[in-house]
Structure formats: structure tokens, C-alpha cells
């Protein structure tokens, strides 16, 4: 079974440019996540889709982050535009459904690695 | 809301010595927990996991945590490391509750196995 594809996997970028990243979850997976990992912390969620639909997007920085899923299966997540304090790993993940019932486990894909200049 | 905490950022050990990874969790709900371990310049891998049924769960690559509700713990524990287990391992959680669910990490603990 194919994981999680993301892409690019490195990227620098100067500050006040724009970035875009591109997941592709497994198949058949109904749930996708966006996780920021700042170097030396945990991921924190950014954006959260169930198929088509947002279920939760509390902590996207709405001034400079989008994401979108379009057709309900890959997706992308733009910067525009870019801060010094943006520089960290983009990880996308996926899950059949609700987290925690049977089965239902979260998977990763490598990350995309974002270094702002 | 539901945070964790790993009470240590580092570990380093010698190979063949045991190893205990310390996570605590605070929650007002019931809680499923992950172990996830992320090797250098690769993705999260899920370790192993506590959903409900025996407090002592078991991973393939002879890691076991135990999920301890009045301590609201869930150690990470191997009698005997290898170099290859050298990584850095996250604890997390995630709500009972009904509606779409999420997983809640810690800062993360790296294990640092020495020769």
C-alpha cells in the first residue's frame, strides 16, 4: 500500500515570497491533516479536512496560510507571505476516519522541509 | 483541552542498557494514547497505541508502554536498546469525544543509544 506522498520535500524560500506544498494521501483515506513541526517541538496541527470539508482550522495562521482539498483526495497548503518564524516541517497525514476507533491510525507522509532566508 | 508533556528532551544510553521515555498527559475527557518515533529526516511512524483493554500495550520492535489513569501516564519502556533504536519518540493524545478527533503531541524526547 502506497503512504502518504508529499512534495517538494526541501524548499528554501526569502522571506515574503510565497510556498506551496502538495500532499496526497492514502487511498481511500476520508480524514487528511497539515502539521507544522518547528525544530525542537512537536507537531502542531494546523488545518484538519474531513473529505472536502474543514473540521478544523483553529490554529492556521488565516493572514498568511490557506489550505484547500479540493475533490476530497490531495491537497495544498500555500505561505503568502513567508516569515522568518514559518521555517520548520510541513507534514501531511492521513487516516481513514475518527482517530482512535479501530483501525482508524494516523499516517505521515516525510514532510516538506521549509527553510525561510 | 487536552496537553502532554515529556519530561525529558534527551536521553542518552548505552547500547544494550534499558530505557524509560516518561510522557504525562492532562486531559478532562477520556483520552486514547500514541507512542510515534520520527528516525532522522523521515516521517512519523506510529509505535504503538492504547485504545482500551489491558493498561500494557506492546509494540513489534520489543518497545511496551502502560497506561496509567490515576498518574495519567504512559511510559515508554525497553529493557534493551539498540543503536538502530536512535530517534527521537513522541507521546500523544487524543479525546473520547464524538466529532472529528485529532492528535495532540508532546515536544518529543530524543534517544540517543551510544556503542
Known amino acids: 500500500e502506497a503512504g502518504v506522498a508529499q512534495s517538494p520535500r526541501y524548499k528554501i524560500i526569502e522571506k515574503r515570497q510565497s510556498v506551496a506544498f502538495w500532499c496526497n494521501p492514502i487511498s481511500g483515506h476520508a480524514t487528511l491533516y497539515w502539521y507544522q513541526q518547528i525544530l525542537g517541538q512537536g507537531p502542531k496541527l494546523l488545518i484538519q479536512f474531513q473529505n472536502n470539508g474543514v473540521v478544523d482550522d483553529s490554529q492556521l495562521p488565516k493572514d498568511r496560510f490557506s489550505a484547500e482539498r479540493l475533490k476530497g483526495v490531495d491537497s495544498t497548503l500555500k505561505i503568502q507571505p513567508a516569515k522568518l518564524e514559518d521555517s520548520a516541517v510541513y507534514l501531511c497525514a492521513s487516516s481513514l476516519g475518527r482517530v482512535g476507533t479501530a483501525g482508524n491510525t494516523i499516517y505521515f507522509g516525510e514532510g516538506s522541509w521549509l527553510t525561510v532566508v | 483541552a487536552q496537553s502532554v508533556t515529556q519530561l525529558d528532551s534527551q536521553v542518552p544510553v548505552f547500547e544494550e542498557a534499558p530505557v524509560e521515555l516518561r510522557c504525562n498527559y492532562s486531559?478532562?475527557?477520556?483520552?486514547?494514547l500514541f507512542w510515534y518515533v520520527q528516525y532522522p529526516n523521515q516521517g512519523l511512524q506510529l509505535l504503538l497505541k492504547?485504545?482500551?483493554?489491558?493498561?500494557l500495550v506492546e509494540s513489534i520492535n520489543g518497545f511496551e508502554a502502560e497506561f496509567n489513569k490515576s498518574q495519567t501516564s504512559f511510559h515508554l519502556r525497553k529493557p534493551s536498546v539498540h543503536i538502530s533504536d536512535t530517534a527521537e519518540y513522541f507521546c500523544?493524545?487524543?479525546?473520547?469525544?464524538?466529532?472529528?478527533?485529532?492528535?495532540?503531541f508532546g515536544a518529543g524526547t530524543r534517544l540517543a543509544v551510544h556503542p
Open positions: 486531559s478532562s475527557v477520556s483520552v486514547y
Open positions: 492504547y485504545l482500551s483493554g489491558s493498561t
Open positions: 500523544a493524545v487524543t479525546p473520547f469525544s464524538g466529532g472529528y478527533n485529532k492528535l495532540i
